[in-house]
């Protein structure tokens, strides 16, 4: 069974610059989520969907940042404009309904 | 607010040895506990989890305890092994509408040979 596939792998930008992320959730996940996981921290959700509703994004912050889940499927994060604070690596993880999450390899994003 | 805290940044333990790594949790509304488990520019790898209406569940050399009424649970491996050097995060899951999991800080362990 294919994971959850995420691109790119890495992305260096400046701040104020536009960042877009992809993520492809496991066949059949009704659920995906978005973490920002800084160095040295936990994992943080930023967005939760429910096939192509948000059920959760109330620590995404919408002055900058936005996502998407198209058809209830694949996802995009997109950073806009960004700042240095947002250097972190960017986790998407899907579920089953009442299932574990399982995560993929994740976006590590440096603003420079 | 912090509801899920790993207190020990960092683990060492020898290898054969028991490694025990432990989280506490303040928010009684959590019904599902997981440990996930990271190498190094990897995502989270699920490794084990328990419900709430358990104490104990058990997969090979790792077993989680579940503690209520103190709000802590603990991962156990058991004999542990160089490849086991990761960091390990807890997760606790919230069941109210959604299912929200969230992250402790982790603990880096590193097991030696």
């Known amino acids: 069974e294919a994971g959850v596939a995420q691109s790119p792998r890495y992305k260096i930008i400046e701040k104020r610059q536009s960042v877009a992320f992809w993520c492809n959730p496991i066949s059949g996940h009704a659920t995906l989520y978005w973490y920002q996981q800084i160095l040295g921290q936990g994992p943080k959700l930023l967005i939760q969907?429910?096939?192509?509703?948000?059920?959760?994004d109330s620590q995404l912050p919408k002055d900058r940042f936005s996502a998407e889940r198209l058809k209830g499927v694949d996802s995009t994060l997109k950073i806009q404009p960004a700042k240095l604070e947002d250097s972190a690596v960017y986790l998407c993880?899907?579920?089953?309904?009442?299932?574990?999450?399982?995560f993929g390899q994740g976006t590590r994003l440096t603003v420079v | 607010d912090q509801q899920v805290k790993q207190n020990s940044p960092s683990l060492s333990v020898q290898e054969g040895r028991i490694s025990i790594l432990n989280c506490d949790y303040t928010?009684?509304?959590?019904?599902?506990f997981l440990w996930y488990k990271k190498y190094p520019a990897e995502g989270p790898t699920f490794l084990i989890s328990?419900?709430?209406?358990?104490d104990k569940n058990e997969d090979g050399r790792f077993t989680v305890f579940l503690n209520k009424s103190a709000k802590h649970l603990s991962l156990h491996i058991v004999p542990s092994q160089p490849g086991d050097s990761a960091v390990y995060f807890c997760?606790?899951?919230?069941?109210?509408?959604?299912?929200?999991?969230?992250f402790g800080t982790g603990t880096r362990l590193k097991v030696l040979a």
């Open positions: 993880a899907s579920s089953p309904n009442l299932g574990v999450a399982f």
């Open positions: 997760a606790a899951r919230v069941t109210s509408g959604t299912y929200k999991y969230i």
């Open positions: 328990i419900s709430s209406i358990k």
């Open positions: 969907f429910q096939n192509n509703g948000v059920v959760d």
């Open positions: 928010n009684s509304m959590f019904d599902y």
